[in-house]
């Protein structure tokens, strides 16, 4: 048994949680990120004649499985909304101050969430144009768009 | 991209949180005992009970845990699990033991894994002990004690250990 002869300090270190998992994405999915490979973005049509992008295997307006009609939207589109992250973290889409928005593309009734390099949230506006901006290279996941940008920035 | 390439069956989704841990005043004495190769604990000045790793208080009486108790690095199996599937974080070789071990001194038992030992002679009651690191290498880590391995100790019967689970 033994006493501590001196008040000691409090030990302190970094701590780092870490899960690297790796999901299956399903048969619908596998053609979203399939073809961001290449370049294309593809929604699904529903039943109901509703274009999702990204896709879903079911509509969620009536729970129905979608058809097999896959499509290919964009790659513009417009934002629908959006929040500006001032002081990114490490692993967010930017280093730099980037909004998060809802971008619809053009040809689908459905919004997906992505990164919008503008700058300043000065620039940005519910119904701005965007275009993706692509990765040199792409290996089928979503950060093969590396951010979306204005069209009207240049 | 060529024409051949298979349909994207999988993504990577990682999670990852970064903590600055502060391992508080008794965590802290532990850590230090640990790189001198000394496990301490705490025992409650109500209840008697030994906590190692000790926390400070103890959670059944809700008291400030000041007395220091040396445990042994001795102690006996008191539950495990074999694990088969791989983790980046832990550099043991597939299958191992995960246990808990109810160190000599303590009343609590102490998370470590076992190795030396084939899997099926793992066993609730098996008596094992530290296996530590290099003396040079000891540091204020759990990381100092590589695992558990068996010893040449007749078994501790089940009702003997049935109250630290």
Known sequence: ???????????????????PYRRSVGPVLSRFFTGLRERRIVGVRTRAGRVLCPPAEADSETGAAVSDEFVEVGPGGVIESWTWVARPRPKQPLARPFAYALIRLD???????????????????????????????????????ECFELEDAR | MSEAAPPVKTIKTPMRLEFQYTAGVATSRFLRGIAQGKILGQRCPSCGKVYVPPRGSCPRCAVATEQEVECSDKGTVVTFAIVRVPSESLDVPLPFA???????????????????????????????QAVWVPKEELAPTLQSIKWFRPIDEPDVPFEKLQEHL
């Open chain 2, 98 to 128: 995960c246990v808990h071990v109810l160190l000599d001194g303590a009343d609590v038992p102490f998370f470590s894994v076992v190795q030396e030992c084939p899997l099926e002679q793992v066993r609730i009651g098996m008596r094992v």
């Open chain 1, 1 to 19: 048994m033994t006493q501590p002869s001196e008040t000691l300090g409090v030990l302190s270190a970094p701590h780092v949680l870490e899960y």
């Open chain 1, 107 to 145: 040809g689908a009734d459905t919004a997906m969430l992505h990164a919008v390099d503008a700058g300043d949230p000065a620039r940005l506006r519910t119904g701005a144009r965007v275009r993706p901006r692509w990765r040199a290279e792409t290996v089928g996941a979503i950060d093969d768009i």
